[in-house]
């Protein structure tokens, strides 16, 4: 649905309504439905899951690209804003606890979580960020002290180096994120293990 709220997405009501929310963010070629099943990382979590807007070749992502991880860093920012504003709006209409959000994003749906985060910074309360790289590095760089964040890449990632990997890290503690990196024996694709520390680190934020 879209209704008053700028992107297409799909919204799935916990039992409680004070639960924490998780945000799920697809990855390219993904839609508003892919993340949804990973919702049960977090039993009891309304689930609040948009579709990219930018189309790459009928692909959809949350924003535009010059080329494999060359990222086009003003319509990041733009994309940033408009994906913060959409989560703030969603929140008010849906009465979640805006205090509660949490990211759970691949790819660019990772990318596009740290690019809110750094950009937005009470926005998201953190995420778990899978297959992640840096989205952009902000000057001066923000104060997102009590910001949680989970990073879970692959060793053998082709897209995703591990320098890119730890220069994410540094760059949200740097910023004062608590930041816990997982590696994965993976490329760019999800693995089991993925999901299980993504189910304990939710486990701890909620
Ligand atoms: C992707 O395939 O989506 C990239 O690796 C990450 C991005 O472009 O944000």
Redesign the pocket.
Known sequence: MKGDLEFEHVFQPAPHPSAPTLLLLH???GDEHDMVPLGRLMPGANLLSPRGQILENGMP???R?LA??V?DVEDLKRRAGNLADFVIAAAAHYRLDSSRIIAMGF??????ASAVMLLRPGVLRGGVLL?A?V?LEPQPLPSITGTRVLISNGEIDP??STEETERLARLLQRAGADVEVHWQPAG?QLMPGDFAVAKAWLQSIR
Do not use: C, K, L, W
């Open positions: 990855g390219t070629g992502r949350f924003f690209r494999e991880g990222f790819s660019n749906g990772a990318n596009i297959r790289m989205p897209i995703v760019h």
